[in-house]
């Protein structure tokens, strides 16, 4: 369990479990961090100019007496699923209608299709979500290569804060 040198923990901090996932199968550079100190919950992810350029990330940190729920598994992007369709329909007119215009509308048409297809295949995600009180939700995004490392990092991970979540909530005092 090494700790990740581009997440700082605070002094007396100590790393319970680190994991990196690769949310896009194709780009593999850009890695997810999901580090469980005793004491919070951190998901770093990239952030990409046109989802290729690296340009800094987004890092989000909830107390990990604070986290409510983990849950590992799969979700769907209603944007994405909307946005993939309509792409595809459109891409679709513009080849088979409009190609009687102008052969280039065809040529943009199979671009629109395919800037579909890609917003279709990226509406399903995979990874590890860490639910807090206030109902915000820390999302660890990965492949669906990675399928085995989410699990594991849910059992590994997720059992043992999950614990010491429920230990907390119920030996904290009541205060009205």
């Known amino acids: 369990m090494s700790q990740d040198p581009a997440i700082t923990l605070a002094p007396g901090e100590r790393e319970r479990f680190s994991e990196q996932f690769s949310p896009n199968i194709i780009l593999t550079q850009f890695k997810t961090t999901m580090v469980i100190t005793d004491r919070r919950v951190i998901v770093r992810q990239p952030n990409a100019i046109f989802g290729i350029i690296p340009r800094g990330y987004n890092e989000q940190t909830s107390p990990l007496r604070h986290v409510s729920q983990i849950n590992a598994g799969e979700s769907f992007s209603t944007r994405k699923l909307i946005q993939g369709g309509i792409g595809v329909i459109m891409g679709l007119y513009l080849t088979a209608g409009m190609a009687a215009l102008s052969p280039a509308l065809s040529v943009i048409g199979l671009l629109v299709i395919g800037l579909g297809a890609f917003l279709l ?28 490392k989410v699990e594991a990092a849910e059992r590994r991970g997720a059992l043992e804060p999950g614990q010491r979540v429920a230990a907390t909530l119920y030996s904290d005092p009541i205060v009205v």
């Open 121 to 148: 295949y990226t509406a399903h995600e995979l990874g590890i979500g860490f639910r807090n009180h206030g109902g915000g939700v820390l999302f660890a995004a990965a492949s669906k290569s990675e399928r085995g």
